[in-house]
């Protein structure tokens, strides 16, 4: 019998909202920091809308998901700019596919598409998440077995590097795949529910398009 995976603890519920704009803000000094408030973005628009609760980011666990809506069922987050591809690599599906088979667990992609642009443009967090909140597109729920199917015929390629920092390797390549935005539209089908007026961060998003669905639990 296959041992499950193990997995990170959750993570302890936010503060306050801070009342001056300025408490806990930070300036941005490299892309990656924008990438990552992006996705943080996304991340707290579902949990606001499809509820669950985040976890923590562990090293020393074997898999982290980002949201967990119960014992069984797990969400995956991306920040997608609309008309843009998505990143997949190919060790976080391989984890993925060993999850749903050795937890006995679902798992779901949840894919963030925004109109954001140039995230680069907004000088500091809180200035990058009033941006955010006025530019989701939609949300797109997908199962994580059709992310598998997807990759079966998509192209597997070199993403980028991991730095030493990380694996003590230097430069070592992480293959994956571009999640195409024509995939990302044939998955936007069917009859979307909508959401409105949802606050993030204390931002207010206004209304747009869900895609797909989540088991009844």
Known sequence: MSTPLRLPALRQP????????????????????TRHATGQFAEELVLKLLGGEAMVTDGQADICPDIRL??????ECKSV???KNGILYEHILDRGVRFVRRNKVKL?????????????????LFALRRRMATSIDRLIIVPFSEVVEYTKTARLQKMNYRSASRTG???????????????????????????????????PTGGFPIYGALPCR
């Not at 503060?15 to 490299?30: C, K």
């Not at 119960?70 to 969400?75: H, V």
């Not at 936007?188 to 606050?199: M, R, Y």
């Open 108 to 124: 779901f992609y949840v894919f963030c598409i925004h109109s954001l642009g140039r995230a680069g443009d907004s000088a500091d």
């Open 14 to 33: 936010g503060a306050q909202l801070p009342i001056w704009d300025w408490v806990g803000n930070v300036t941005f000094t490299s892309w990656a920091q």
């Open 70 to 75: 119960d014992a069984r069922t797990y969400l």
């Open 169 to 203: 390797k230097l430069n070592e390549p992480m293959p994956g795949w571009k999640i195409s935005a024509a995939a990302l539209r044939k998955w936007s089908s069917g009859q979307p529910t909508f959401a409105f007026d949802t606050l993030v961060y204390g931002c």
């Open 81 to 83: 700019g609309r008309g």
